[in-house]
């Protein structure tokens, strides 16, 4: 018997049974889509992240707070860094051009009866320079406004939105926590980073924040949540960092473990696309259990398959087929049903990346190295999973089988 005959008979058997096979596929087919779906959007969120840390400037470093074994033990942000540390680094490293403590909070911000919880966020007039932020209506905060405390605040276009809708919101005044604060601007949009949005922010003076809002938290001056720097050029990255981790410690009077973590634009990009690599490589493994489930219910469905057609096998020995016969007949049975379902199941995960890429904001991608591994790997199953049942096929005595 040839394999093209071998193969017109898998197909008619499997075809005469329709709902058994459809059964005996759909482990293969959610294996297959789960696997391509996990990985297309995991690379999705990997180049969704590279994107919006890319926005942020090559040239951008960030001063945090402790560090990373104290924030284990913790499980809090320490308040280590003080405005007067970002004074510093402004005023005594060469390789740094521009310098913006920051210091946040969460509360509810109204208007008239509208509420939004949102962000607040204490900085100075560098913060637009080092952020990479521009101005749509009216101004940004000035040194004089730092300097005198005053109660002036710069809102995100989405949060400018929730409070005042079509309105202007420039001259009228907004309360947080029970303090009036004169509206002089309006961000451009500037979109989300890493889930949070950029756009539902309210600035206000580091200072006024400080005082009016938070209070003195820290023993050696006013706290900040992190110090955002800008390096003169990328080439002066490097530079920058060894400069503020030297000044930090001497202000600091560090003699062992740093109480705070320099970290470059690029470093960030490195350790969140370790995390969001480990957790697609994660979902795809879980994933591709369903796979080995798929292939085990083709294993089941395949010995059962054997038990019904004792009678045929032994007739056909009868007649002159050969163990190879037999072997090759439910081997072929195996593989159509896994490779089909594999298909199907391409075609339902592509299905879900394009969807998914058109809903959310992810970046989203069809990985052909995943469809062929996925496809290949289902395939696999379907032979290594379908030669037990065929070798015992191919075995049974036609006379034994003839009597049964």
């Known amino acids: 018997m040839d394999l093209a005959e071998s193969l017109t008979m898998a197909v008619k058997t499997l075809t005469a049974n329709k709902l058994r096979s ?11 889509s789960s696997v391509i779906a996990m990985i297309g959007l995991g690379q999705g969120a990997q180049r969704l992240t590279a994107e919006q840390f890319e926005s942020l400037g090559a040239d951008v470093l960030f001063v945090m707070p402790g560090n990373d074994e104290a924030r284990e033990i913790t499980f809090d942000i320490p308040n280590t860094l003080v405005v007067e540390d970002a004074e510093a680094i402004a005023q005594q490293v060469p390789a740094v051009k521009g310098v913006a403590p920051q210091l946040s909070g969460q509360y509810i911000v109204s208007y008239r009866g509208n509420n939004s919880s949102s962000n607040v966020m204490g900085t100075t007039a560098e913060f637009l320079k080092v952020r990479k932020f521009e101005i749509d209506r009216g101004r940004f905060l000035t040194e004089l406004d730092d300097e005198r405390n005053t109660t002036v605040t710069v809102l995100g276009p989405e949060l400018a939105e929730q409070l005042f809708g079509n309105q202007s919101p420039i001259g ?8 009036s604060f004169e509206v002089v601007g309006v961000l451009k949009a500037k979109g989300a980073f890493l889930g949070q949005s950029q756009d539902q922010v309210a600035y206000i003076p ?7 809002l938070i209070g003195r938290t820290s023993p050696y001056g006013m706290q900040v949540t992190f110090i955002s720097v800008m390096a003169r ?6 530079a920058a960092k060894f ?5 930090l410690r001497q202000r600091h009077q560090i003699t062992s473990q740093d109480d705070f973590d320099v970290e470059s634009q690029q470093e960030l990009l490195k350790i969140f696309g370790t995390v969001t690599q480990a957790l697609t490589l994660m979902l795809a493994a879980i994933a591709a259990i369903s796979l080995v489930v798929g292939g085990i219910g083709i294993m089941n469905i395949m010995l059962v398959s054997v038990s019904e057609r004792t009678q045929e096998i032994g007739l ?14 439910f081997v072929i049975e195996a ?4 490779t089909t379902g594999g298909v199907i199941g391409t075609g339902l995960g592509i299905t879900a990346v394009v969807v998914a890429g058109s809903l959310t904001p992810l970046i989203t991608t069809v990985s052909p190295l995943a469809i062929a591994l996925a496809v290949s790997i289902s395939g696999g199953i379907g032979l290594l999973f379908g030669v037990l049942p065929a070798q015992q096929a191919a075995r049974l005595d036609p006379i034994v089988a003839l009597r049964t």
């Not at 580091?206 to 009016?212: A, D, G, K, Q, V």
């Not at 056909?316 to 007949?329: E, F, P, S, V």
């Open 316 to 329: 056909r020995k009868a007649i002159g087929a050969t163990q190879k016969d037999i072997l090759t007949q």
């Open 233 to 238: 050029d990328e080439e002066s990255i490097s």
């Open 243 to 247: 400069q503020i981790t030297n000044l």
């Open 335 to 338: 593989v159509i049903l896994s």
């Open 22 to 32: 459809t059964l005996t596929m759909l482990g293969i087919i959610i294996g297959n």
């Open 206 to 212: 580091i200072r006024t924040m400080s005082n009016r």
């Open 172 to 179: 009228e005044f907004i309360r947080i926590r029970n303090t």
